[in-house]
């Protein structure tokens, strides 16, 4: 079936490097994808969007890539900071409804001091 | 803290109890979401109205009972519960209409428990 999912369930860094979060989704019909962070005891927070139109978006200190022929998305944060740590999640909405995402599981980020 | 609000926070209740959870929104959307959040699965949606009408009822069992009397206000009524109804329960808005904007607004959640 269409799903959304993460490669790494968690991920370790440390401050001041750069992280990458990965997602797969195998709906091919998804023209819109969100990334979301949610910190402990928070609902989840939205961070950046990219439409299937473009290949990459950039926010501040991160950005999103989206490879449309192996139906891949990642997340990049440069600059890993402690207030970085959080779950984070990808969404896809396959255009077919506005009010559909699909989540994936998560990955949980720890920034290392 | 986003423009979505969520009361109670926490909530313990038996699974002879009636209570209600509460969320508003004061981003001016037009479409409000109840979500449930397990451990270790997928956030799973329960409930979409859109302009106050439900427009998608994700197969909820009926103990769980939504309400939406505005564009600005959900609610979520809750009747003898199953223990494996504690989760953390998200309430979401977004802007529906055009294309333009799919991202959904969440609120800080309900931590409920059933006992």
Redesign the interface.
């Known amino acids: 079936g269409e799903s959304v999912g993460l490669h790494l369930p968690t991920l370790s860094v440390q401050e001041g490097d750069n992280s990458i979060i990965n997602c797969a989704y195998s709906n091919s019909a998804s023209d819109y994808f969100i990334w979301y962070k949610q910190e402990s005891g928070k609902g989840p927070q939205f961070i950046i969007d990219i439409r299937s139109n473009m290949d990459k978006r950039q926010g501040q200190r991160v950005t999103v890539l989206l490879n449309k022929t192996v139906k891949h998305l990642s997340l990049q944060i440069a600059a890993t900071q402690p207030g970085d740590s959080a779950v984070y999640f990808c969404a896809e909405n396959s255009g077919g409804s506005n009010y559909k995402l699909t989540f994936g599981k998560g990955t949980l980020l720890t920034v290392n001091p | 803290e986003?423009g979505?609000t969520?009361t109670p926070r926490h909530l313990v209740m038996g699974m002879t109890n009636k209570k209600s959870l509460k969320c508003e929104q004061h981003l001016g959307h037009n479409?409000m979401?109840w979500y449930k959040q397990s451990a270790?699965?997928?956030?799973e949606?329960m409930f979409?109205y859109?302009l106050e009408e439900r427009?998608?009822n994700n197969s909820v069992p009926s103990r769980f009972s939504p309400e939406c009397p505005n564009s600005s206000h959900l609610f979520l009524h809750l009747h003898t519960l199953q223990p494996e109804d504690s989760a953390l329960y998200?309430c979401?808005s977004?802007q529906?209409s055009g294309?333009a904007q799919?991202?959904?607004?969440?609120?800080?959640?309900t931590r409920l428990t059933v006992t």
């Open positions: 986003t979505v969520q479409a979401y270790k699965k997928p956030l949606l979409v859109s427009v998608e998200l979401a977004s529906t294309r799919r991202e959904q607004y969440f609120g800080p959640g």
